[in-house]
């Protein structure tokens, strides 16, 4: 009782020595912060039930009740649909009009947002959605706590005892996930790519797309480029049964160790998941296999984050915040300024860079030896 007591007199005391408006706003800036896995999960659920592709095969704003019936659900949960609606409506995934023809009932149509997570969109980053929320990706977050306080590499290797890339290659069904979300976001890199930065690869005749995956951006690559010998360039679990076609071929390997010599080395969203030293030495493979015939005119092309110190709108802080938390908990890398990714080039021996901004906070980088 008397701990009680302490803690109401102390409570008064707040009370009375600061607004009871910022408190009550301090409280809710806290509560929404607790609470905001809700939005992750709400929208991973809306995506599972299939509510954009609904909405989208129906060609027009989809009434509630509609929707409802259209749902892959238990006549018991139909009264929660609402609710679920009513939060992705608010956080900007869908929006509500009304219609003459449906009797004044509101309907619910698709936003920008919500058309990348139509699955027939060829855009569609809902793999990528279904990746970073899977369990394999959110269990390292309730270890964040206890790798501050070991000696684990990654938040990842405490919750599951290997690496992110170990791990994949012992599980099939998150290897598969993994590969799909990185394809869906090599669909989007791809079309902002081969809009703004077509020249980069043009008159090359060889290159190879280090940790390239399934082959989304290389497939583009030399479907636009006949001539050009394509080499995707990956992990044995990730290449092994994957077939080439006329000049595109998959070689299994390991990057720290060589790299298949070319005219051109791409790096898609590699390099952040690495520290700088570990940077360095895949940069160093890459320049071995762009001079291993003699040739300095070949170059490493580089697609990256490139951070901007936190300036810009709030949108784009968020993001980058969050990346940069995601590479520590996940993998071993980072993302990095300008600054960073000069000294790491330089390190590995690479003289100088051009840079173009493509797609958000990423760039493309041209860097030659």
Request: charged content about 25%; overall charge negative.
């Amino acid at each position: 009782m008397e701990g009680l007591r302490s803690f109401t007199l102390i409570e008064k005391a707040l009370v009375k020595e600061e607004n009871g408006t910022e408190l009550l706003r301090a409280q809710a800036h806290i509560w929404n912060h607790i609470l905001k896995f809700i939005n992750a999960m709400s929208l991973k659920c809306a995506t599972q039930l299939g509510i954009p592709d609904i909405i989208h095969s129906h060609g027009k704003p989809l009434a509630l009740s509609q929707l409802i019936s259209s749902l892959p659900i238990h006549h018991s949960k139909t009264p929660f649909v609402y609710r679920l609606m009513r939060i992705l409506v608010h956080n900007g995934f869908f929006e509500v009009q009304k219609l003459d023809e449906d009797d004044g009932e509101e309907c619910n149509a698709l936003t920008d947002a919500s058309r990348l997570l139509v699955k027939d969109n060829p855009l569609s980053v809902t793999p990528f959605l279904l990746a970073l929320l899977d369990p394999t990706l959110t269990q390292p977050w309730h270890h964040l706590s206890t790798w501050f306080q070991n000696d684990d590499r990654t938040p990842i290797e405490t919750a599951n005892g290997m690496a992110l890339w170990e791990y994949a290659g012992h599980n099939p069904r998150f290897n598969n996930l993994f590969n799909d979300a990185m394809a869906s976001d090599a669909r989007l890199v791809t079309s902002a790519v081969m809009e703004k930065c077509k020249g980069v690869f043009e008159r090359l005749e060889s290159l190879v797309d280090v940790g390239g995956g399934t082959g989304t951006l290389a497939k583009a690559i030399a479907t636009e480029f006949p001539h050009m010998e394509c080499t995707i360039f990956d992990l044995p679990h990730v290449v092994g049964d994957l077939e080439g076609s006329e000049n595109m071929k998959y070689v299994g390997g390991d990057m720290f160790e060589a790299v298949p010599s070319a005219d051109a080395v791409l790096l898609k969203c590699i390099l952040h998941d690495w520290n700088d030293e570990e940077c360095v030495k895949i940069l160093g493979r890459c320049k071995e296999a762009i001079t291993s015939k003699g040739s300095k005119k070949g170059k490493v092309i580089i697609i990256d984050m490139m951070v901007e110190n936190h300036k810009g709108d709030e949108e784009s802080i968020a993001t980058q915040l969050c990346f940069e938390m995601l590479m520590m908990t996940l993998v071993t890398g980072r993302e990095r300024s300008e600054k960073d990714w000069a000294t790491i080039f330089s390190n590995a021996g690479f003289r100088y860079y051009t840079k173009n901004p493509i797609l958000g906070l990423r760039s493309l980088i041209e860097v030659y030896p």
